[in-house]
């Protein structure tokens, strides 16, 4: 489960590529007020709906909030969430950064997470998933052992970097109700998206266990005609036995001692 934490900024310094907002050149008041309202009243249901199934996540989230938003870091700091950095803010991009800028911005996000959260984060996940050729290598240089910006597969593969170990963990752009929301579907289209996905991914994983993700975020599934919707979606998965929510680095940690993971980067090193 990767509830998607994010701060976008009102006013983005720094626009390469493309720009966050629709409503420009006025500031898009509305754009930005949806985003805060799942930071202010969105994120609270979705602590909600994942208590009451005793959920533990992998928080796919904007670094910065643990600095502007104390009673949210306090909140998942009190449920021993992992939290992924996915940047600073979800409005700086890093296309475009040269590789010693990235380096930097990679590194400001450790700095905010080992002074707030006492420990280095596992994962990373680039901000509006504005990765670089750069990226993986600069984040096996920061320590970082799994990475997210790829969506090649449903299980993990280890990655060749310069140097260190990297290890792609699967992330969904499909079962993720920011691109289901741009399609317009509703919560209830969505669970059942989820659902399906999982049988599918269920019945394979008795073969060969399979990662599902499910990416959420406060101002979407948040709201109040969609929550229910989760709900409902979680305790159809949770009803079947053989299940295992596990964090990002429980995942990462079971598949590095598997004897394949371990004979794929010996091929990687080799080649």
């Known amino acids: 489960m990767a509830p998607n934490i994010e701060h976008y900024e009102y006013l983005p310094q720094k626009i390469r590529v493309r720009n966050p907002w629709s409503r420009t050149p006025h500031p898009d008041i509305l754009g930005y007020g949806l985003r805060d309202y799942g930071n202010r009243v969105g994120v609270w249901r979705l602590m909600e709906v994942f208590d009451r199934f005793r959920l533990r996540c992998t928080v796919s989230l904007s670094s910065a ?10 909140g998942m700091l009190q449920r021993d969430w992992e939290l992924m950095s996915h ?31 006492g420990k280095p984060f596992e994962g990373w996940f680039s901000p509006a998933a504005s990765n670089t050729l750069h990226t993986p290598d600069l984040v096996a240089e920061a320590g970082i052992r799994y990475l997210c910006d790829l ?21 969904s752009m499909e079962i993720n109700d920011s691109i289901c929301w741009r399609r317009g579907m509703e919560g209830a289209e969505f669970a059942r998206k989820i659902c399906d996905e999982f049988d599918t991914l269920y019945a394979e994983g008795a073969v060969h266990g399979k990662v599902m993700n499910i990416a959420v975020h ?39 001692r598997q004897p394949l993971a371990d004979q794929m980067l010996r091929l990687q090193e080799a080649g």
């Open 151 to 171: 969506y090649h597969d449903d299980q993990p593969t280890p990655l060749r970097v310069r140097q260190g170990t990297l290890f792609l963990l699967p992330y």
């Open 65 to 74: 909030v643990l600095q502007m938003y104390p009673e949210i870091a306090e």
């Open 87 to 117: 940047g600073l803010y979800n409005t700086r991009y890093h296309w475009n950064l040269t590789e010693d800028e990235e380096r930097a911005a990679i590194e400001e996000c450790q700095q905010i997470h080992r002074r707030i959260a």
């Open 218 to 256: 406060p101002f979407i599934m948040g709201q109040p005609h969609c929550i229910e919707h989760l709900a409902r979606a979680l305790e159809y998965i949770l009803s079947h036995s053989g299940m295992w929510c596990a964090t990002g680095t429980e995942i990462i940690d079971w598949y590095a």
